[in-house]
């Protein structure tokens, strides 16, 4: 396994914000993560478990139904294939949560194509896009059908990673004026070639023609490890949200291994 292929499809699936309330519109998500264009490498299955927990977070639902933020734990797995060393093909399911007033719940399912440039994690600058089509249940998002545009950009320094994702969402109601932007970035030391130490921060800003007041946007700031095994890749962070939208503490735990079908 590939020694940065922890540091690979990082990024966070928030949910659209809901203007009608603007304090609790910034959801909690089902995978936190920053993506840097690593892929698969071709004919490789690879299976991703998010997991993430809210011990404090955001009291009141996002829209009539939905499940809350606070003390609710949510994730998925991601399945994911190389299809060729510039295209890798991923689907999350099943996407599950429980929260005090729901308990147990399936929350949907998810489609992802990445194309980044081959070798992302050996360049010093590295490039891709990532596109996500979702179908919601009606108590994670009130559209059914969601998507993702995830541009990718980095720079592998050596031995500091900086990675930026200028992720727009859309819910398909009222074209580019329902746009939300919600961008997450990551940098990294990495301490050896097996571990790493990052910061990483996930925001929601709100539609793209305009953002909503800065103290009512989502801002949250991650510490994170990441350590690569023989068997297993591990990534454990802690988030702090700094604004009234955001969730005040979250955990979050990724753990990711290449899969032998032969």
């Known amino acids: 396994m590939n020694q940065n292929r922890i540091f690979r499809r990082f990024g966070l699936w928030p949910l659209t914000a809901v203007l ?9 998500g089902d995978e936190i993560q920053v993506y840097d ?3 698969a490498p071709k004919g490789v ?29 949510n ?3 991601e399945w994911a294939l190389g299809v060729t060393n510039w295209f890798e093909a991923g689907l999350y399911m099943p996407l599950y949560s429980v929260d005090q007033n729901f308990g147990a719940k399936l929350d949907g399912f998810k489609l992802r ?23 919601n249940a009606k108590h994670w998002d009130e559209r059914r059908i969601t998507s993702e545009i995830r541009p990718i950009v980095g720079w592998h320094l050596k031995p500091i990673d900086v990675i930026f994702n200028p992720i727009v969402d859309t819910n398909y109601t009222g074209g ?18 097996s571990t ?20 009512d946007q989502g801002h949250q700031f991650f510490a994170v490890i990441d350590h690569n095994t023989k068997y297993l890749d591990v990534e454990a962070g802690v988030g702090v949200g700094v604004t009234r939208g955001s969730d005040k503490l979250t955990l979050k735990l990724i753990l990711s291994r290449d899969l032998n079908i032969h």
């Open 20 to 28: 009608l309330f603007p304090i609790a519109g910034f959801a909690q």
């Open 37 to 39: 264009g690593g892929l």
């Open 45 to 73: 299955f690879n299976l991703t478990l998010h997991n993430n927990f809210t011990p404090k977070g955001i009291k009141t639902p996002s829209f009539p139904g939905a499940i809350t933020s606070d003390k609710s734990w």
């Open 75 to 77: 994730g998925v797995p």
């Open 113 to 135: 194509a990445l194309f980044a440039v081959p070798r992302a994690d050996d360049r010093k600058f590295s490039y891709g896009v990532n596109f996500e089509f979702s179908v």
């Open 176 to 193: 580019f004026k329902n746009l939300e932007f919600v961008p997450a970035e990551r940098i990294a030391w990495n301490v050896s070639t």
């Open 196 to 215: 790493a130490l990052a910061i990483e921060e996930y925001a929601d800003y709100g539609p793209l023609r305009q953002f909503v007041a800065g103290r």
